[in-house]
């Protein structure tokens, strides 16, 4: 069986108003221990586009987490560990959710919870269906695997996040 992997701390601030939710970090990051980390995932160029950074994705890791926080801007995953083989969604196996409330209910500022792609959004959906107060979000993945949509037509659905940054 596969070994189990585990989802990075969040990445949060007292003011976060939107939290970006992926799944469980792929392999590249698991092994850099940095969100998205895979050079062909598209995250940076879609939440730089979202906060007018398109100069997000060649910044220092460390700088683009500041970056992030510093609008609003939070990270995490729906999954705390799993097992998985490799880094597609479809091959994660044993899941353990992550405590999504818990967290939602540490950030006062929170106006919405985007998942980035279909099984972050299947996973932590039924979690905070009944949070009125938030908007859910979901997203087109950032994932080189989720080759349907263009970067354009990807980052024009990230930009719906832009109106509860204000």
Known sequence: ?????????????PHTRVLIL?????????AAQRYYAHPANRFWHLVGGVI??????????????????????????TVQSAQRQGSLDSALRN???????ALVD???CLRAVAFNGAASAR?????L??????ALVPLPSSSPAHARLSLSEKQQAWNSLQK???
């Open 1 to 13: 069986m596969n070994a189990r992997k585990s989802a990075f701390a969040p990445v949060v601030a």
């Open 22 to 30: 992926g799944s469980l970090p792929g392999e590249a990051s698991l």
């Open 52 to 77: 007018g950074r398109a100069d997000l994705p060649t910044m220092d890791y460390d700088l683009r987490l500041a970056a992030i926080l510093s609008v609003g801007v939070g990270l995490w995953d």
């Open 95 to 101: 899941v353990e959710a992550a405590p999504l409330a």
């Open 106 to 108: 540490s950030l006062p």
């Open 123 to 127: 996973i932590g959906t039924p979690q």
């Open 129 to 134: 269906a009944a949070r009125a107060d938030l």
């Open 164 to 166: 509860f940054l204000r």
